[in-house]
């Protein structure tokens, strides 16, 4: 059950402290064994929009697909032209409090394990290394063709080499890292492929309409398996990718606290839901705990 009321559910018409939930939210990291699963909303703090939260209404935006990715030229050259402008500011991107904290919570043993459903490097910037991320991550591209992984840094600068100036243009980040652009430029960018075979590159990352590979979710699995509870922090839980691990952690017994600014779909499953910032609450509780 939810352990406080949303601003609608108080008798008085005024939001209630969320002080029991984070009470609950500090009794289960104390007792250490703890599985992170963050989203989106972890980083929103770093720059980086999220689809769904508060910096995500205002883009009612269908993101790139692997069907589009993969079907044709005029795919590709769009998304990569996208993506290349939006680069910097995900390469720029620095871990904020929230991520600082869960890497504090790890090293003091309260977390034994991070799952993300981001692909913006953070959790591993904060010197989470071993996080899972469940979707990969932007800063490498894979080649579909050879199946060579190599750094989305060294892309970048044959992209720049290719498209001089291009850097300059743009608007607004995306959630998944690119840029909303003309068509009249997105025509006239140059399309880098791989260095090895000459063959498509992508992102490594799953895009909406592929599957998350079997064995990382897996793996996944065997995290919530091994943790005595799961917490989630900054995700709605819309997708299936992320919900699937909380109903796991329900149907096995597993208490499931959420913090996250806004309802989620995962709340009918969880003991705790705490509505608040993400790097001002965890930085708290990471103190509290030392």
Same mark, same amino acid.
């Given at each position: &059950?939810? &352990? ?54 205002? /883009?009612?935006? $269908?993101? &790139?697909?692997?069907?589009? %990715? ?17 680069? +910097? #500011? ?27 459903? !981001? ?5 591993? *910037?904060?010197? #989470? ?28 600068? /044959?992209?720049?080499?290719? !498209? ?19 068509? @009249? ?35 996944? %699995? ?22 699937? %691990?909380?109903?796991? @952690? *329900?149907? $096995? ?9 806004? *309802? $989620? +779909? ?6 705790? $839901? ?8 965890? @930085? ?7």
């Amino acid at each position: &059950m939810r &352990m406080h009321p949303g601003p609608e559910e108080t008798a008085a018409g005024t939001a209630e402290p969320p002080a029991a939930g984070l009470h609950e939210v500090g009794r289960l990291l104390a007792g250490g064994g703890v599985a992170v699963l963050s989203g989106a909303g972890l980083s929103t703090e770093s720059g980086i929009p999220d689809y769904r939260g508060a910096t995500g209404r205002a /883009r009612p935006r $269908t993101p &790139m697909t692997f069907q589009e %990715f993969t079907a044709s030229e005029d795919g590709r050259r769009r998304y990569w032209a996208r993506s290349h402008v939006g680069w +910097r #500011t995900i390469a720029g991107a620095a871990p904020n409090a929230g991520h600082r904290a869960v890497e504090a919570l790890r090293r003091s043993g309260h977390v034994t394990s991070v799952i993300t459903q !981001n692909v913006d490097g953070l959790h591993r *910037a904060a010197g #989470t290394a071993d996080a899972v991320e469940l979707h990969g991550a932007l800063d490498r591209v894979v080649c579909l063709d050879c199946g060579r992984t190599s750094s989305r840094l060294a892309l970048d600068r /044959r992209l720049t080499g290719l !498209n001089p100036g291009f850097r300059d243009t743009g608007s607004r980040i995306n959630p998944d890292g690119d840029v909303e652009l003309p068509d @009249a430029l997105v025509h006239g960018f140059r399309v880098a492929p791989c260095a090895v075979c000459s063959g498509v590159l992508k992102p490594d990352v799953v895009f909406f309409g592929e599957s998350v590979p079997k064995d990382r979710v897996q793996r996944c %699995f065997d995290l919530v398996d091994a943790a005595r509870a799961l917490l989630v922090l900054g995700s709605s839980l819309t997708v299936m990718s992320g919900l699937r %691990f909380v109903r796991h @952690a *329900a149907r $096995t017994g597993k208490p499931v606290a959420i913090v996250n600014q806004g *309802a $989620t +779909r995962g709340d009918e499953f969880a003991a705790a $839901t705490v509505a608040a910032p993400l790097g001002e609450t965890l @930085a708290a509780l990471a103190a509290e705990l030392g």
